[in-house]
Structure formats: structure tokens, C-alpha cells
């Protein structure tokens, strides 16, 4: 087997039907690969349903819905691949998506994760030109202006070189994957993209992102399906800045770190919280509502427990 698509899934079951019909009528030419679809405990009555449409897909149910990285590495425990592809259900890729990944792949062995051009469905291509986050880039403004500085990501080359690529689309071989132990679980949502980059790149791994091919995607298709939802994944996206500053960051840049993430996201959301009050017909400034007593309960917990994970992760002791 030549490569083995992984595919975690929560309730996206529309956009993974599309996702799915790319994949089987792409251009394979002698390219031999298997799906894998992990279904995070959608719990809603649809995964008999798809498993008995698509019988070549391979389909694994998880008794949880215990986040990305688990779902990941999950379907590899299952693939035979001699390549993992990880793709989001909310994904299309291009008909030559498949081959261009693997033959890139086979003719550069110094990439160590491989990803390519995203858009969405107003043709707009989604920032690949990322930095690993850290003490005075880890907020917007400082991301900003080291963006403007930087400039190995411009001209027409066929490869560049960001820090990370976005786990919407990664292409590993399996040693490589196997060689950091797979995506890190501390994290249930985001951020775990950015950690498998730099253990790649700490082992001497390119990231590369190739021009070559494109793939459509409808980002928050898979996460932000309803309110609820919503309110939470935003949530998880500051939970795992924490986790990240924890796992990744320096004795010395740590503590600065957490303080500043937590003083200037609790100005924020208690800023919009007291603004929707008099918009209260926003659903954007309503949700931060939500957010703001998520955080609380979230920082409240890591004071008790000593902890930065997410309650939802599948490392956290309960």
C-alpha cells in the first residue's frame, strides 16, 4: 500500500460526502492507497448510513468524541500505507492532488511534512505562509509584523518553506510519523498541526508546501456546525495556545506567556461580553459570552488541577 488517507470526522458527514467523491475519482495512475475515515462519536444515526455507501472506505467509530489527534493517530494504528495523508472532511481535493503529493514526496526525501495551496470557495488561498508561534509572536500584531518581514515564502518557486502547514492537509511518510510517536493527544482541538511540525523540523524534516496542486476548503466546515459548537471550538483554540506555550516554550518564556494570553484574552472577551449586551441581536458578540465563562471554568480548573490541558483531552487526569 502506497499511501493511506486518514480522515477524522465529527457530524460533517455533507462536506465529507464531497470529500470522498474527490478522492475516488482523482487521478491515482499506478498509485495504490486506502481511506480511512475515523468518525469521533458523531452519535447522530448517519455513520451505517455512509459506511454502507462507501464500502472502499474503510470506517472506524470512536467510542468519544476525543479530538484530532487521538482520531488521528487512531486511523494510522489502522492504515498500511507507506504514507499517511491527512485530510479534513470539509476538504475537495484536485484531481491530481494524490499523485503530486506522492511523486514530490518520493523526489525530495529532505521533506519531512508535505502539504499544498488551500482555498475556499471564493477562490481566496489560506495563509501557508505560517511561523511557529512564540513570546512575541504568539499574539496577532506580533505575527503580523514578522510576516512583513519575512520573505523566503514570496516568488514562483514550486516549493516553499513555511514553519507549519495547516492539518487540513498533511502528507508524512509513516517512518517520519512513527519517529515522533504520531500527533501529540495533550491537545483535543488546533494547535496539534503546529506541534507535529516542529518535532518534524527538530529531526532535520522540511516543511514544504507545494504550488503544484490545490485543494478546496471550507474552513470550520468540520468544527463550527452549530452555535454550541462553535463557542467551544473557539474556546480550544485559546485552551491549546496554552498547551503549546507549555509543551514548546522556554522555563523563561512560559511564564510571561501564559500571563499575557490570559490577561489580554479576558480584556477581550470581557469586552465584547459587556458589548453584546447592548447588541444583543449579534450571534458573533453573543458567542463570546460563551467563551469568556468557558475560559474561566478553563483557568479555574488549571489552578486546582495544576494543569494546562483541556478537559477534553485524552491525557487529562481526571
Not at 110 to 116: A, D, F, K, W, Y
Not at 200 to 226: A, F, P, W
Not at 306 to 317: A, D, F, I, P
Request: hydrophobic fraction near 40%.
Amino acid at each position: 500500500m502506497d499511501i493511506s488517507i486518514i480522515i477524522v470526522n465529527y457530524r460533517s458527514w455533507k462536506p465529507l460526502l464531497k470529500c470522498l467523491e474527490s478522492i475516488l475519482s482523482a487521478d491515482k495512475a499506478n498509485i495504490l492507497f486506502e481511506v480511512i475515515v475515523v468518525d469521533n462519536f458523531s452519535d447522530d444515526g448517519q455513520f451505517d448510513f455512509y459506511q454502507n455507501k462507501f464500502k472502499n472506505v474503510v470506517f472506524v467509530q470512536n467510542d468519544t468524541n476525543s479530538g484530532f489527534a487521538n482520531g488521528c493517530n487512531l486511523g494510522a494504528k489502522r492504515a498500511k500505507g507507506k504514507y499517511f495523508l491527512f485530510l479534513n472532511p470539509d476538504t475537495i481535493i484536485s484531481p491530481n492532488t494524490i499523485d503530486v503529493l506522492y511523486t514530490t514526496s518520493k523526489k525530495h526525501p529532505e521533506i519531512g511534512i508535505l502539504s499544498c495551496l488551500l482555498k475556499d470557495k471564493n477562490n481566496r488561498h489560506f495563509n501557508q505562509q505560517n511561523i511557529f508561534p512564540s513570546l512575541f509572536q504568539i499574539f496577532g500584531i506580533g505575527r503580523f509584523l514578522y510576516r512583513k518581514t519575512k520573505t523566503s515564502f514570496n516568488g514562483d518557486e514550486e516549493l516553499f518553506y513555511p514553519d507549519w502547514v495547516s492539518g487540513a492537509a498533511i502528507f508524512i511518510s509513516k517512518h517520519r510519523f512513527e519517529k515522533v510517536n504520531g500527533w501529540n493527544e495533550d491537545y483535543w482541538l488546533y494547535f496539534e498541526d503546529v506541534e507535529i511540525c516542529k518535532k518534524i523540523s527538530q529531526q532535520n524534516g522540511k516543511i514544504t508546501v507545494t504550488r503544484n496542486t490545490t485543494i478546496l476548503h471550507e474552513h470550520g466546515g468540520s468544527s463550527r456546525n452549530d452555535f454550541e459548537t462553535e463557542h467551544i471550538s473557539k474556546t480550544e483554540v485559546l485552551i491549546s495556545k496554552h498547551v503549546y506555550v507549555n509543551n514548546n516554550f522556554s522555563a523563561l518564556s512560559k511564564v510571561p506567556a501564559h500571563l499575557f494570553l490570559i490577561i489580554f484574552t479576558l480584556i477581550e472577551k470581557s469586552f465584547l461580553t459587556i458589548l453584546s449586551l447592548f447588541l444583543f441581536s449579534n450571534i458573533k458578540l453573543k458567542t463570546n459570552r460563551h467563551i469568556l465563562k468557558n475560559l474561566c471554568d478553563y483557568y479555574f480548573n488549571a489552578i486546582k488541577k495544576q494543569t494546562w490541558l483541556s478537559k477534553q483531552s485524552v491525557n487529562y487526569q481526571k
